[in-house]
T-cell receptor, first 114, second 115 residues
């Protein structure tokens, strides 16, 4: 069964600190992995998309890594800001002959405190 | 601002009723996706349309239906509403229909409350 598991479920950090969010998946055949940021009550916003050949991708203070062998990804946030408080969702794409499918993780709720 | 618009922002209705949610994709995007997000669940993919035709189906109930019109806007119809249908409904769009490769741009969502 295709699954995407994220950890931790929630995280509280102090402003200025770094943090790392984890995503493990069992999706096959794998096409790409995305990280989204979703502010409360708003639509998700894409942070990064990585294919199996990419190990790392950055978007400002956000850096995503991918290990396609172990089927693990992480999202590292550097020098956190209050505006980083949001839900971070890992989404993995599976590709089939007739198309593809997106499998969503449950998200990690990040709270950055002053 | 993603360029995807959704109306209405909020909707309160009673059980058994029918509602219609509307979505306008980004200019130039041919594909529209509908998602449901309940409080205790993550995003659930409902259905995808590409240039007016249904492209992919997810966990969409039979009481729900959708369509994409020639001007590419889309509507999601929810009927015989139940309390459990209360959720945020998001629309997303992308340039083509390759949902597994493209970035999807999400709208602000419609918050539905069924009483």
């Amino acid at each position: 069964k295709n699954q995407v598991e994220q950890s931790p479920q929630s995280l509280i950090i102090l402003e200025g600190k770094n943090c790392t969010l984890q995503c493990n998946y069992t999706v096959s055949p794998f096409s790409n992995l995305r990280w989204y940021k979703q502010d409360t009550g708003r639509g998700p916003v894409s942070l990064t998309i990585m294919t199996f050949s990419e190990n790392t991708k950055s978007n400002g203070r956000y850096t995503a890594t991918l290990d396609a062998d172990t089927k693990q990804s992480s999202l590292h946030i550097t020098a956190s800001q209050l505006s980083d408080s949001a839900s971070y969702i890992c989404v993995v794409s599976a590709i089939y002959n007739q198309g593809g499918k997106l499998i969503f993780g449950q998200g990690t709720e990040l709270s950055v405190k002053p | 601002d993603s360029g995807v618009t959704q109306t209405p922002k909020h909707l309160i209705t009673a059980t058994g009723q029918r509602v219609t949610l509307r979505c306008s994709p980004r200019s130039g995007d041919l594909s529209v996706y509908w998602y449901q997000q309940s409080l205790d669940q993550g995003l659930q993919f409902l259905i995808q349309y590409y240039n007016g035709e249904e492209r992919a189906k997810g966990n969409i109930l039979e009481r729900f239906s959708a369509q994409q019109f020639p001007d590419l806007h889309s509507e999601l119809n929810l009927s015989s509403l139940e309390l459990g249908d209360s959720a945020l409904y998001f629309c997303a769009s992308s340039v083509e229909g390759s949902s597994y490769q493209e970035t999807q741009y999400f709208g602000p969502g419609t918050r539905l409350l069924v009483l």
